[in-house]
């Protein structure tokens, strides 16, 4: 690859709220060309109680959920951890983007989810699309538990990864060889696949 030519990475979860943006916000402090995205119906937070789920549209900005959820119950949404990951979320982005939804964002080399559902859903929609460009897309998954502590891991990995893959320039030829060698290091089980734009 060109040096002057860089790589867009999409870092992709359910609701475009906790994994996907932990990996956009270490990818873009490391320099890289990132967007983040949800493959969700919609836009799902832990509530009161497990039978009382917060649910937004995608779209609905995260000052706004800040604000709901903050006018609902500061102390229980701040104990667990949702208005301090919508203050991050605030910093990088306006809203919560479904990947559905954002074709035009694309096309990205290299697709990173963090949920095998989520996975599925990115290259059935890949799949789903006009192929225009011919262009190869990497969708990789690497199951991540949806928690603040498992998302911080887990984006810290996908930063490696990102970056090994883009140190060899063309994935093509060495995807193998640098998923083996993640695998053994890092002891997660990484599942990878191939699209076109």
Known sequence: MPAAERWRYAMVCSS???RSMEAHLLLARAGL??????????VKLPGPSLHEPNVYG???PYRAIYDDLR????????????????KRNIAI????????????DGPFDVVFTFEERVFDAVL???DSREQ?????????NMDVKDNHEEAGVGAKLALDLCQQLEAVGGWEDTIDNIIAAFE???RRKIVYSISYY
């Open 124 to 126: 059935e929609d890949l």
């Open 132 to 140: 225009r460009l011919l262009k190869s897309v990497l969708i990789i």
């Open 71 to 86: 006018r609902k119950d500061p102390d229980l949404y701040t104990r667990n951890g949702l208005l301090p990951m919508l």
């Open 58 to 60: 995608f779209g609905t």
């Open 16 to 18: 475009n709220m906790n």
């Open 184 to 186: 053994k290091q890092y």
């Open 93 to 104: 982005k306006t809203a919560p983007q479904r990947w559905q939804e954002n074709a035009d």
């Open 33 to 42: 060309d990132v967007a983040s995205y949800g493959t969700g119906g919609h």
